[in-house]
């Protein structure tokens, strides 16, 4: 079979599952070509992405950071201070200091506050008639959970929404702008972060940003400059990832009207259906380690230095670990899915991204009576985020 998962437009009818299972069952260590050159080794079965997730000394995050492509050094020590980019020793006291922030009280207290937000928004689209359900409606929760949380001024939000969807669909000409306009993003942000920074530093204010620019990590604390790449990771990581799943998530409803009737009418099972979602939409296809000696995996050998990437939208779909994994079902009980990585740098906002799920469908089951497709959706041109880019709807109020 002939395998191409590096293109962006192999993405753009969703999850290429006929290759990825041809990988899985012939091939679970494949040697895939670069186009710039050399090559990378893609893990697609569900055993051997924990396996490489949890053995951090073997694979690093750090060395050639998590992306597929390799970056100029200057990029690299760069992302090298966001959490995803570290490993031990560095990785662990800096990522306590952060979920402090994420812990289920501190969620919990944060409940009322995101679901007066969703609210907000059902009440607004409530006065559209079709729309875009992706920009119009999923993108908005996550960018102002993301900035409250954060403390940024409302003036700001659209610019971060803007700046952080630049960072994340570089690939697709309709959402990306020209590589320039990319690198510009990033720089802005960060400059952004930094100044945000220098404003809190010593003020002993309660948001994100104050605790994470006065907190000490061994003993040191957190630089301007190091605070800037966290910034950038914080804010980007939480926007597109909960908008896929989001969009996507009612999207999986819209083609499963009796799944959509159940929990309707049964909210409690929100919780394992958001679980189904994410094993489905599974926003991020992918992250990439590097091997720091050389080791063996399923059989294959791999060299020091070579690259690994681990394909979360496969094992989401390993039929050794999930029964029917085609099937959709929102009562799949374990749903051990991938969605959120595995090991040490298992996704910090999973329970912040899972909460704005349930409450983004409660408060919409509230005011709508359902949603109609008025045209296909169009996925977004990326081998790294999986989501909608439009999706063309019309919502059914309630009377
Ligand atoms: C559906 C939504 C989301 C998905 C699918 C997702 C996915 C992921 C994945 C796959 C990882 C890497 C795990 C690994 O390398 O093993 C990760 C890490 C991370 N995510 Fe998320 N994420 C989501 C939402 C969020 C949100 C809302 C935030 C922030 C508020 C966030 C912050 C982070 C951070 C800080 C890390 C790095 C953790 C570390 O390296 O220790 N994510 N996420």
Request: proline residues 6%; aromatic residues 10%.
């Given at each position: 079979m002939k395998i191409d998962i590096y293109?962006?437009?192999s993405y753009?009818s969703g999850i290429p599952h006929e290759e990825f299972a041809w990988l899985r069952a012939n091939a679970p260590v494949y040697w895939h070509q ?5 090559g990378y080794w893609v893990v697609s079965r569900h055993a051997d992405v924990v396996t490489v997730s949890r053995?951090?000394?073997?694979y ?8 597929v ?209 994410l094993r489905w939409t599974c926003?991020l296809h992918y992250f990439r380690r ?6 063996e995996l399923a059989g294959q050998v791999i060299?020091?230095?070579?690259r690994v990437v681990m394909l979360y939208s496969s094992a989401n779909f390993d039929e050794n670990v999930f029964i029917k994994p085609m099937d959709f079902?929102?009562?799949r009980?374990p749903n051990p899915h991938l969605a959120?990585g595995y ?40 081998n790294?985020?999986h ?13």
């Amino acid at each position: 079979m002939k395998i191409d998962i590096y293109s962006p437009e192999s993405y753009t009818s969703g999850i290429p599952h006929e290759e990825f299972a041809w990988l899985r069952a012939n091939a679970p260590v494949y040697w895939h070509q670069h186009p710039q050159g050399g090559g990378y080794w893609v893990v697609s079965r569900h055993a051997d992405v924990v396996t490489v997730s949890r053995d951090f000394k073997t694979y690093s995050a750090e060395q050639g950071f998590v992306m597929v492509d390799d970056m100029d050094d200057d990029i690299l020590q760069m992302v090298r201070n966001q959490l995803l980019g570290m490993d031990p020793p560095r990785h662990a006291p800096l990522r306590r200091a952060v979920i402090t922030r994420f812990t289920s009280k501190r969620l919990a207290a944060l409940e009322p506050q995101v679901r007066e937000i969703a609210r907000g928004i059902m009440e607004r689209a409530g006065a559209m008639d079709e729309l875009n359900f992706v920009e119009d409606l999923a993108g908005d929760l996550p960018t102002a959970v993301i900035c409250s949380l954060l403390d940024i001024p409302e003036d700001m939000w659209p610019q971060i929404r803007r700046w952080s969807d630049l960072c994340t669909s570089a690939s697709d000409p309709d959402l990306g702008g020209t590589p320039e306009e990319v690198n510009q993003a990033s720089i802005e942000m960060g400059t952004y972060g930094f100044q945000l920074a220098c404003e809190r530093k010593d003020k002993g204010g309660d948001d994100l940003i104050s605790l994470l620019i006065n907190q000490e990590v061994d003993g040191e604390k957190v630089t301007e400059a190091e605070f800037a790449s966290l910034f950038v990771q914080i804010a980007v990581a939480g926007n597109e990832t909960t908008r896929g799943l989001i969009s996507s998530g009612l999207y999986l409803l819209a083609k499963h009207p009796e799944a959509y009737r159940e929990l309707e009418a049964n909210p409690e099972l929100l919780p394992s259906a958001v679980e189904e979602m994410l094993r489905w939409t599974c926003p991020l296809h992918y992250f990439r380690r590097t091997a720091t000696c050389e080791t063996e995996l399923a059989g294959q050998v791999i060299a020091a230095g070579d690259r690994v990437v681990m394909l979360y939208s496969s094992a989401n779909f390993d039929e050794n670990v999930f029964i029917k994994p085609m099937d959709f079902d929102i009562h799949r009980n374990p749903n051990p899915h991938l969605a959120f990585g595995y090991g040490i740098h298992l996704c910090l906002g999973a329970n912040l991204a899972r909460m704005e799920a349930r409450l983004f469908l409660e408060e919409f089951f509230r005011k709508f009576r359902g949603l109609e497709l008025t045209g296909e959706p169009t996925y977004i041109c990326s081998n790294l985020v999986h989501g909608y880019k439009e999706m063309p709807a019309r919502l059914l109020a309630r009377d």
